[in-house]
């Protein structure tokens, strides 16, 4: 645990009651590793305190993951048992409030065969994809991050073990604004208000498509549907109308693009940890609205793997704008973790689109959304696109042109 222990339970509050905002008699599910049990506990207490009426953990292990790999069969891995639909089933029902805590190394599956990974998941996503989809926008969630041994020593090797872990909590509290002379809570409520105000700048443009350029070869235009909006920071639910926020940080700006619709070349500016291995100096290529190639020095296999992963794997299903003057990519700290480096620049993702973003979204079906140009898949894969001389020039429905940003900032 982090030294000073009132910061931590600072940071226990903004996740329950900031983040999740559990409301009374709600049942609330965690998900948390066991290197961290105390910081668990507080959790769960704290869930408690605010109003939960069950809270289950849902403990994770890498090293025993890596096992299962090693040992089980693809089938076996790839399958759903029966206890495990029950499970399912019981949150379709209850569609409880989910916390996520990650705090896993990113290439903590490196020795795991990758092609079998993706086989996996292959399989066993579209069995889980069918429950999401009853629960999608249902219910609260968020996800946070606090440090492990090997995660801290992969983002500061030159320290020691316990240096680290004290460095990198410092840094999570930082970024997440939890100081010690303010509220986190009231500082999110400004945090959100200030993200709101930018969405709504962004809706009133009504744009039509996005030019992003880089020197660095990122040259690629994006369609966008007016009637799909901009949103940062919280969102609510779509039945009871609770507001959340579900990523602690949050510096984006995002929309859901129309997918198929994108063209040109993206540069990945930062690693990307994706199914425990880490993915360095990678690009894409689209054409026709798909990813036609991909190139990296290391992972690109896994990669190619994970954009056909199924029929919206290859295509786009977010666009976020983060300035490059940004809160968490002015600590000059590569994290390791999406969560985080995410947050830190612009950044696209591959696979599923929000169908919460499109207006009067209650009104259909996830195949309605799907033909109206919100992307249906598996998996949604961020990657950081940011640099420091980005330019995004904006159309809009009548054909004018805004510059949206200029050098890696806003300009708007």
């Not at 965690?30 to 668990?40: A, K, L």
């Not at 880089?214 to 940062?232: A, M, R």
């Not at 994970?306 to 977010?318: H, K, N, P, Y």
Request: charged fraction near 30%; proline fraction near 3%; aromatic fraction near 10%.
């Amino acid at each position: 645990m982090y030294k000073d222990l009132n910061l931590v339970k600072k940071y226990v509050e903004l996740i329950v009651k900031c983040g999740a905002n559990i409301q009374k008699g709600q049942e609330v599910v965690v998900q948390g590793s066991t290197e961290n049990p105390d910081f668990i506990e507080l959790l769960v207490e704290e869930c408690y305190k605010n109003g939960a009426k069950r809270v289950e953990v849902l403990w994770e292990n890498s090293k025993l993951n890596l096992l299962d790999y090693k040992y089980r069969d693809v089938e076996d891995l790839g399958n759903l048992k029966s206890f495990q639909k029950a499970k399912r089933e019981y949150y379709v029902e209850k569609e409880p409030v989910r916390i996520y805590i990650e705090s896993d190394a990113p290439d903590v599956l490196k020795d795991a065969d990758s092609s079998k990974l993706a086989e996996v998941r292959k399989i066993l996503g579209p069995q889980i994809r069918k429950y999401r989809d009853i629960i999608d926008d249902n219910y609260q969630w968020v996800i946070a991050a606090i440090p492990s041994k090997r995660w801290a020593k992969t983002v500061f090797p030159s320290l020691n073990e316990d240096a680290a872990v004290e460095k990198l909590w410092e840094e999570i509290l930082n970024v997440s604004r939890v100081y010690k002379e303010t509220s986190p809570i009231d500082e999110w409520k400004k945090h959100n208000e200030n993200l709101t105000k930018k969405s709504e700048l962004l809706n009133s443009l009504k744009l039509v498509e996005l030019h992003y350029s880089s020197c660095n070869g990122t040259n690629f235009k994006l369609s966008l549907n007016p009637d799909v909006k901009w949103e940062g920071g919280g969102e609510y639910t779509k039945n009871t109308k609770v507001f959340f926020n579900p990523n602690i940080p949050s510096e984006e700006i995002f929309t859901s693009p129309i997918a198929g619709k994108i063209e040109g070349k993206v540069v990945a500016t930062k690693p990307l940890s994706y199914n425990g291995n880490l993915i360095e100096d990678f690009s894409f290529v689209f054409e026709n609205g798909k990813v036609k190639e991909v190139h990296a020095k290391k992972g690109e296999e896994i990669l190619k793997a994970m954009v056909s992963m199924d029929e919206g794997a290859s295509m786009l299903g977010e666009c976020a704008l983060i300035p490059y003057d940004s809160p968490i990519n002015n600590t000059n700290i590569l994290f390791y973790n999406t969560l985080f480096d995410e947050n830190a620049s612009c950044h696209l993702a591959l696979g599923a689109g929000f169908t919460n973003l499109y207006k009067d979204y209650e009104k259909y079906s996830l195949d309605e959304l799907k033909e109206r140009g919100i992307n249906k898949s598996m998996i949604h894969v961020d990657f950081m696109i940011g640099s420091q001389d980005m330019n995004i020039v904006g159309i809009d429905v009548n054909g004018n042109n805004h510059q949206i940003f200029k050098d890696g900032n806003w300009a708007i």
